[in-house]
């Protein structure tokens, strides 16, 4: 427990700083395992209260019981929920059969660009892990994007002791990663510690799988599994071999390095 | 399925640092595949995308997550990798070693508890291992190992091997940095890596694996005195709550706080938090936590809060040691924004001591810019009073980091307190402030009375260039607008409160600047707008005006230079006026002024900014 408790300090620190240095704030929320743990943690660093708005990116693709608890959870706690979407490619007839990573960039990427530059947001929280995917563990606490909302991995800002990027030219904007130090079975034991809601579909519901990652559903598929509680997830994940976005289309090949090089979370 | 329970009780975050081409990937490669650490995934992955390139798979390939790093061999920037060992969760934290290295392997060790220093056996000890270690040791990174890696190429011989450990030692010894073991590995062949080498019988000591376990978790900063800087106050419901994290020392209900620099005091009403139950009542080292006071007071971002008996420094200058990353040099005079904890200033950079070879630790000295990748020991000057303390004592408050445009440029460590003249009336400041009595009526109730807050507006300039004329002019037209505003002329003082001072010392400044100060303070206590210019000083302005800020602080100063031609303002000047004045138009660039200060209230429905209190 207080390796958990260390993890939310060093995350809470991270989200006030945010707020004290971006007037235009907001934070991704996909409704999965991990930015549902974020939200709660911007609950905990603000005592309750979330002051900015949740962007949610809808590629109309998604599993619709996630569209239900999103709008349950932004009821209950009273969010200010931003739904984006990339209503051109849509109209286009953009799906994954025209590509994964080709739909992945129309929706989610330049779903999100739109998002951003509509709203004009210069700092952006976003739930990324470091242990999820190589491209990720290189990623600084507070990350420059450019005008054009790409990623320069090669030459990032330095990162110092408990400081971070705050100030940025105009244009540009600044990804915040306060659950970068997480692993997914911190995020697991933090969600039993909390108790904080989740969506069911990552627990066995009788018929031997779960998803252990959630994204749209002609790309995600459920793993072999008969977790039933988080309990069981947990020590699940304790002997598990298998990566955890497996299950996840676009992470074939080099597809996350070139998605995420050209601004995709 | 065996249910064994199997707790992670704490993180211990490693940096690995060494020269590109020193083995750093391959060792950690290593590490995950000698300890069944791998999941599945990544190892088939890696392989496929070898076999498509038509490479031999090499274990570094793992922790290379990029394309270009593979085509290049070399790692791009600092990853982190996850490790569970024996119950503990380690964040291994890659740091690269190519020429783009410093600024990644700083960012790096920065956050590391513990490190491991790799040198090349075959190479020996090069520039780049002895910078390595000066900078952990700079850094902070007291815990760390050396590991001699590609003992297979040497023959793995015992002599290159202990050749190396004598040099380092030596050049480790020159700053006081005590590596807890020197290592034989190769990384390659897994050599004294996860399982002890069969080929280096010589070797008796732990392999990478054994060390990384006897690293000890950071000794807990909690039984220090207290050092709690001001990150943000919140007011989003009826709590009025400060917030920050802990960086030594513990606090809990009741205690008795001081903020520094403005003096500042109140006791901790409660501890806030949401979804603990029962509600903490104190808050340790390491802590993110928010408190509520027992009085109104206005404290800001940047404020460190500490207990009386044990207060942290507060100057406008100290001596450090800096590392420089930026793009462009660092120039003495040039003005870069200055963070220390949570507190953010505009500073100079005063005096260029020297620059540090780390090569050898020679002193090179004259120099008037520190360029990238340098270490320099130089003296800081701020803009506003800062409170910190020497890194030898407080890690997190004794250090700092310089903005230069829109990046992080350089970063180091208090090491000395330089004493300014303003040290005298700051400590009288100190001493005035904890002894003050306070009525039942806040500051806060007579601003909201008379519609803004106190400040002093200070004109400075030389003789006939129309301060007093200026000063008469604001008062009117503040207190035509409803504002209780007051000329504070110094002649009044002269012949009453300063009757007793000999004709000598009434042609001083010190003294005079000290009493007119002292009755600035009080009358800003009464919530008024004091109108003031530097006319009984007469040339000595600079001087007297010092004095003032400090002694009126933290009570904004808003400082107006008049000169008839061009000439340089005293330093913080807010409004320069040179030559004939348009004094309606001079007016209204103090008003304005007063409202983006917070003074006074601004146009119905902007956001007000409170930043002081007195």
Redesign the interface.
Do not use: C, M
């Given at each position: 427990m207080?390796?958990l408790?260390?993890?939310?300090?060093?995350s809470?620190?991270i989200l006030?700083?945010a707020?004290?240095h971006f007037d235009n704030l907001a934070m991704l929320w996909s409704m999965g395992k991990d930015s549902t743990v974020l939200l709660w943690l911007a609950?905990?660093?603000?005592?309750?209260?979330v002051?900015f708005p949740l962007l949610h990116v809808d590629t109309s693709y998604k599993i619709p019981a996630m569209i239900e608890y999103r709008d349950r959870l932004a009821r209950e706690w009273r969010l200010n929920l931003v739904v984006g979407q990339n209503k051109q490619a849509l109209a286009a007839g953009m799906n994954h059969t025209m590509g994964r990573v080709e739909c992945c960039t129309a929706l989610k990427t330049n779903g999100l660009k739109q998002l951003l530059e509509n709203k004009g947001y210069t700092g952006v929280i976003l739930g990324v892990r470091?242990?999820e995917?190589?491209?990720r563990?290189?990623e600084?606490y507070f990350s420059p994007r450019d005008k054009h909302g790409d990623w320069d991995?090669?030459?990032?800002?330095?990162?110092?002791?408990?400081?971070y990027?705050t100030?940025?030219?105009p244009g540009t904007h600044i990804r915040i990663h306060p659950l970068?130090?997480w692993?997914e079975?911190n995020i697991w034991?933090y969600i039993k510690l909390?108790n904080i809601p989740f969506i069911d579909l990552y627990l066995d519901k009788g018929e031997g799988t779960r998803y252990r990652s959630l994204g749209c559903a002609p790309c995600t598929t459920p793993i072999k599994s008969t977790a039933k509680t988080v309990d069981d997830i947990i020590?699940e994940l304790?002997?598990?071999?298998?990566?955890?976005r497996?299950g996840r289309a676009q992470d074939e090949?080099?597809g996350m390095?070139l998605l995420r090089k050209d601004g995709y979370m | 399925m065996t249910m064994t329970k199997i707790k992670t009780p704490e993180n211990l975050n490693i940096v690995i640092v060494g020269h590109v081409d020193h083995g750093k990937s391959t060792l950690l490669g290593r590490l995950y595949a000698d300890t069944d650490s791998l999941p599945d995934g990544k190892l088939d992955k890696v392989r496929a995308i070898c076999k498509q390139q038509g490479k031999e798979f090499e274990y570094a390939f793992l922790f290379d997550a990029f394309l270009e790093e593979q085509e290049q061999g070399i790692t791009i920037d600092t990853a982190r990798t996850f490790f569970m060992w024996k119950g503990r969760q380690y964040i291994i934290i890659d740091a690269p070693g190519h020429k783009e290295f410093l600024k990644n392997m700083i960012s790096g060790a920065a956050r590391a508890e513990a490190a491991l220093l790799l040198i090349d056996a075959l190479e020996g000890v090069k520039e780049q291992s002895k910078k390595h270690g000066y900078l952990l040791s700079l850094l902070g990174v007291r815990q760390f190992a050396v590991v001699v890696n590609k003992m297979d190429l040497v023959g793995y011989r015992q002599d290159v091997f202990d050749g190396i450990e004598k040099e380092y030692r030596e050049f480790l010894g020159q700053f006081k940095a005590v590596p807890s073991q020197f290592i034989p590995v190769s990384a390659k062949l897994g050599d004294n890596i996860a399982n002890r080498s069969t080929t280096m019988s010589w070797y008796s000591g732990p392999t990478v694996l054994d060390t990384l376990g006897a690293f000890s978790k950071e000794a807990a900063r909690s039984e220090q005195p207290l050092r709690f800087s001001v990150q943000d106050v919140y007011k989003f419901d009826a709590r009025r709550i400060i917030t920050g994290r802990i960086a030594a020392g513990r606090v809990k209900v009741g205690d008795h706080l001081v903020f520094s620099p403005s003096n500042k005091r109140a006791n901790i009403r409660t501890v806030e938090a949401f979804n603990i139950e029962p509600p903490p009542t104190e808050g340790q080292a390491g802590q993110s936590i928010g408190v509520t006071l027992d009085e109104q007071i206005f404290v800001e971002r940047g404020e460190i809060a500490s207990h009386q008996e044990h207060l942290p420094s507060v100057s406008t200058a100290f001596r450090a040691n800096l590392f420089w990353l930026g793009k462009r040099p660092l120039e003495k005079g040039r003005k870069y924004l200055l963070r220390v904890a949570t507190k953010e200033v505009d500073c100079e950079v005063a005096v260029i001591h020297r620059i540090i070879d780390t090569m050898d630790l020679a002193q090179q000295q004259g120099s008037s810019t520190v360029n990238k990748n340098q270490v320099a020991e130089l003296t800081l000057r701020t803009k506003t009073p800062v409170a910190f303390d020497l890194s030898a004592s407080f890690e997190t408050t004794g250090r700092f980091v310089l903005v230069d445009e829109y990046d992080i440029a350089g970063g180091g460590i208090i090491t000395e307190l330089v004493h300014d003249d303003q040290e005298f009336l700051r400590d009288e400041a100190r001493r005035r402030d904890f002894a003050w009595v306070k009525g039942e009526v806040t500051v806060e109730d007579r601003a909201q009375q008379y519609g803004h807050r106190a400040a002093v507006v200070l004109i400075t300039g030389g003789r006939h260039t129309g301060k007093s004329f200026l000063a008469r002019k604001l008062e009117g037209r503040l207190v035509a607008d409803g504002r209780h505003a007051y000329l504070l002329d110094g002649e009044n003082l002269r012949r009453g409160l300063d009757a007793d001072l000999s004709e000598e010392e009434r042609g001083q400044t010190t003294e005079m600047a000290r009493r007119y100060g002292e009755v600035a303070r009080l009358l800003t206590d009464t919530g008024l707008i004091v109108l003031s210019t530097t006319n009984p000083f007469g040339l000595a302005y600079e001087e007297a005006s010092q004095a003032i800020r400090t002694l009126v602080h933290p009570a904004p100063v808003i400082a107006v230079h008049m000169s008839k031609t061009e000439e340089e303002p005293p330093p913080n000047t807010d409004v320069t006026l040179s030559g004939p004045t348009d004094f309606d138009a001079a007016t209204a660039r103090i008003l304005d002024e007063l409202k983006r200060r917070g003074v006074l209230a601004q146009a119905i429905g902007a956001k007000p900014i409170f930043q002081y209190s007195i």
């Open positions: 207080q390796h408790r260390q993890l939310e300090d060093q809470v620190y006030r700083e707020y004290k609950r905990k660093a603000f005592f309750g209260h002051p470091a242990d995917e190589g491209t563990a290189k600084r991995f090669r030459d990032q800002p330095p990162e110092l002791w408990d400081q990027k100030t940025f030219p970068l130090d692993t079975i034991e909390e020590e304790r002997h598990t071999t298998t990566a955890e497996s090949g080099r390095e | -």
